[in-house]
């Protein structure tokens, strides 16, 4: 599910918690609801609350570390076709037809890597290499070195491509949100009782509904940050796929 979904769904399990809340409220005895009833909820619901920040925490850190990462994978794959085509272009003018396919391969590589981050069926789908991307490597493989220089900037060449390789691997391989639903849907209960805590000890004046409303919003809003955080290739917070399309000028 989308990050929107997924956060929709918690701000209604938080509304309903609220809810479940003022009904008990109102139905339960005034005895029930005495001073040693209200400290025994609010006690528990402070350690649950304590719980809950724990656990948000630990899921805002797995998502920032997983698009950290990704960001400075995506880097890296950028600075390795930049030195790639340099080294191309000092072997001569024999390598044109192969810094033309790099190009091409760059812009194919750039577009399987946001669509295969992008939704859940392309996620879910084996690896495969761009007709593009393999055309690149057999003409770089073609090329026939006259001198020792050549012949190094060639072994150079292929020790970067590798290293693109690698990464466009690794890219690959962290395609899936890093944060794990057991722990969302343990978040969000504990985030609905806490709520109906709220609700429970509390007149339901309007003031009181209005400031809830806010709340609820705003833990769900929280919810979806997170979430999106983890999906760094597509949604509101999707990595730009500018500076790695553009990363090299036409011939």
Known sequence: MSPITLSAIAFVCILTGTLVGMLLRN?????YLGSDAKDVVRLGAGLIGT????????????????????????????????????LLAQYGPEAAPVRNLLRGAVDAVAGRIWHENGSAPARNAPFQ????GEGFIVKLHQLSPQTDEQRSLKNRATEVTANIARTRLLLYTQGDNPIPMPFLIVLIFWVSII??????FAEPKPIVIGALFVFALSAAAAIFLVLELGQPFSGMMQISS?????ALAPL
Not at 129 to 132: D, E, F, R, V
Not at 242 to 246: A, C
């Open 51 to 86: 719980i809950a920040a724990l656990v948000l925490g630990l899921l805002i850190a797995s998502a920032k570390t997983s698009y950290d990462t990704q960001v400075s994978q995506l880097k890296q794959l950028t600075a390795d076709v930049i030195l790639l085509d340099q």
């Open 129 to 132: 290499a761009t007709a593009a």
């Open 195 to 200: 709520f109906a805590n709220f609700s429970l």
């Open 242 to 246: 500018i500076p790695l399309r553009s």
């Open 27 to 31: 139905r339960l005895p005034d005895h």
